[in-house]
């Protein structure tokens, strides 16, 4: 049966883009999508108090990821972005479900699988958290586009909590890495997928580690890309020169996150506390 063609004509592009992620990870896909759509309005949805995600039952991780959707919805967003990659491999369906093509949703991890399935890569690692891992998605993801691509996935629960405690460039995540990329699972890779969009926040001492041996992918940047060519192709973007509004909401508001919002988004971000 041929897939009916999805309808947003109910939509406006003056509409703000929704996104949500269990803690900072998220931020790094939220910057993209202000560089390259600097003309958007966003709100964010930090699940602080629940994170990480990655260590919850699946459950669990779509019973926040549903609730912080219908937040969104409420909030009148024209794009869901599922920022974290547990949520996705655990709670996409039930998202979508909830939506019910009322809005597009945008995951982390299918326009990635897809566009490394397609690219030259042969042994592709994936890091990612044990929600994720146990998931298999990327696995199956890439595999579906391109079954000759040989996958292997390392579960590195350990860096999600570093992030959030904010031990960027700091001996413990230094001893982390090389504990974790040293892993016979990853011997041979030629590629490594951060299936975390925490890790990108890590992304220089991963690169440094593996110095030019292994190609590090840049999942916030094909995220963007992605939504964008929805948004465009439903003529939904936001042409319109204006002054963007950034609206954060968190369930427990956290030094880490304040510091990092501040850091990507500029000094005058309000951060909201909102509870579920």
């Not at 570093?162 to 982390?176: D, L, R, V």
Request: proline share 4%; with cysteine.
């Amino acid at each position: 049966m041929k897939k009916k063609k999805a309808d947003y004509s109910h939509l406006s592009a003056s509409q703000p883009i929704g996104i949500f992620d269990s803690g900072v990870g998220g931020l790094t896909v939220a910057k993209e999508i202000k560089r390259l759509l600097p003309n958007e309005d966003l709100i964010y949805f930090g699940d602080t108090k629940h994170l990480p995600y990655g260590e919850k039952s699946r459950e669990a991780i779509v019973g926040y990821s549903t609730k912080i959707t219908q937040f969104l919805l409420d909030k009148n967003c024209k794009a869901i972005v599922v920022a974290c990659n547990s949520a996705t491999a655990n709670a996409l369906h039930e998202v979508q479900d909830l939506v019910a093509e009322r809005v597009p949703v945008i995951d982390v991890i299918n326009p990635v699988a897809e566009k490394v399935a397609y690219e030259i890569h042969n042994n592709v690692g994936v890091i990612a958290t044990k929600a994720t891992v146990n998931s298999g998605l990327y696995k199956k993801s890439i595999r579906k586009h391109n079954k000759f691509i040989k996958v292997d996935e390392l579960a590195t629960p350990l860096l999600v909590p570093a992030i959030e405690e904010g031990f960027k460039n700091h001996p413990i995540t230094h001893s982390i890495i090389y504990n974790y990329l040293s892993n016979n699972k990853l011997k041979n890779i030629e590629t490594l997928i951060l299936g975390c969009t925490h890790y990108p926040l890590l992304i220089d001492e991963i690169k440094q580690y593996y110095g030019n041996r292994v190609r590090v992918i840049d999942s916030p940047n094909i995220v963007a890309h992605q939504l964008k060519m929805i948004l465009d192709k439903h003529h939904l973007l936001n042409e319109e020169p204006h002054q963007p509004t950034y609206h954060f909401y968190l369930s427990d508001i956290t030094k880490n996150f304040e510091k990092t919002s501040k850091k990507f988004f500029g000094k005058a971000i309000d951060l909201e506390l909102k509870v579920l």
